[in-house]
């Protein structure tokens, strides 16, 4: 799974964006067999970054604000381990029945209430500090992924209730935690992605360790589709290697002002 959220100041954010999750999503499966999933991942993400801040140079060398800058999330599903790489404040959660466990950190500098900013995102410097957290699986388990417009207004209790009422159905959940948050008043863009961990293979003692895929060819992987919404766009996708999995991702479209 991938998710970017560009920043709200820079119009060709959207370029940023769709940029990080479909470059990543194309070449993290042309690495070496013989690379971790560590070393993949982090390879795939250095190289998207080093070529978006090329690009705010390029164009926007003397305003970083307006270049092309977004955050990443990346969760790869691979054995009995899920690798976990963050950067900025879109956030990974495991969902616990009514508690949220968050698994990632909020990369943000605060000045004030009314002074908040990026303290690391993609494109932002030549070179990028990559969160990266390995978490180990469990049939059963479900993993919520959302941007910042979305966690901002959210809370165990929405994300329990939407899933309870929508157990059999992902998407419908997905759908109605957008709802509540755009009811709630979020001004941003709202993208939600749910993945439930219906069953696992045997997997081995290497895969524990973050080794390489024993397969990173396309057939094991599943169906990637794209949820884009207005204002600083926020493309995200998903997508699982070798193992099946129940997905979801919510679409939220709004008037931008």
């Given at each position: 799974?991938?998710?970017a959220?560009?920043?709200?100041?820079?119009?060709?954010s959207?370029v940023?964006?769709?940029?990080?999750?479909?470059?990543?999503l194309t070449?993290?499966?042309?690495?070496?067999?013989a690379w971790?999933?560590?070393?993949?991942?982090?390879?795939?993400?250095?190289?998207?970054?080093s070529?978006l801040h090329?690009?705010?140079?390029?164009s926007?060398?003397?305003?970083?604000?307006r270049?092309?800058?977004?955050t990443l999330?990346?969760?790869?599903l691979?054995?009995?381990?899920?690798?976990i790489?963050?950067?900025?404040?879109?956030?990974v959660?495991?969902v616990?029945?009514s508690?949220?466990?968050q698994?990632?950190?909020?990369?943000?500098?605060?000045l004030?209430?009314?002074?908040?900013?990026?303290?690391?995102?993609?494109?932002?410097?030549?070179?990028v500090?990559?969160?990266?957290?390995?978490i180990?699986l469990?049939?059963?388990?479900?993993?919520?992924?959302?941007?910042?417009?979305?966690?901002?207004?959210l809370d165990?209790?929405?994300v329990?209730d939407?899933?309870?009422?929508?157990?059999?159905?992902?998407?419908a959940?997905?759908k109605?935690?957008v709802?509540?948050?755009f009811?709630?008043?979020s001004p941003?863009n709202?993208t939600?992605?749910l993945?439930?961990?219906?069953?696992l293979p045997?997997?081995d003692?290497?895969?524990?360790?973050?080794?390489g895929?024993?397969?990173?060819?396309?057939?094991?992987?599943?169906r990637a589709s794209?949820s884009t919404?207005?204002?600083?766009?926020a493309?995200?996708?998903?997508?699982a290697?070798a193992?099946?999995?129940s997905r979801?991702?919510?679409?939220?479209?709004?008037?931008?002002?």
């Open positions: 799974m991938a998710l959220d560009g920043i709200s100041s820079s119009s060709v959207r940023a964006s769709e940029s990080a999750v479909k470059g990543f070449d993290y499966y042309c690495t070496s067999d971790s999933v560590k070393t993949s991942a982090q390879r795939v993400i250095d190289a998207t970054n070529w090329s690009q705010t140079r390029r926007h060398a003397e305003d970083a604000d270049g092309y800058v977004c999330n990346v969760v790869v691979k054995g009995r381990t899920a690798h790489f963050h950067i900025g404040d879109s956030r959660y495991r616990a029945g508690a949220l466990e698994l990632t950190d909020d990369h943000r500098v605060v004030s209430s009314q002074q908040i900013y990026l303290g690391r995102a993609l494109g932002m410097n030549p070179q500090e990559i969160d990266y957290r390995p180990q469990e049939e059963g388990d479900l993993f919520l992924q959302a941007t910042d417009g979305v966690c901002e207004h165990a209790g929405v329990a939407a899933i309870a009422a929508n157990e059999n159905d992902l998407d959940a997905a109605a935690i709802a509540e948050a009811r709630r008043g941003d709202l939600v992605q993945v439930r961990i219906d069953a045997e997997g003692a290497g895969e524990s360790l973050g080794m895929p024993t397969c990173r060819c396309r057939r094991c992987s599943s794209c919404a207005t204002g600083s766009c493309p995200s996708m998903a997508a290697a193992m099946p999995i979801s991702m919510a679409r939220a479209t709004r008037p931008w002002s």
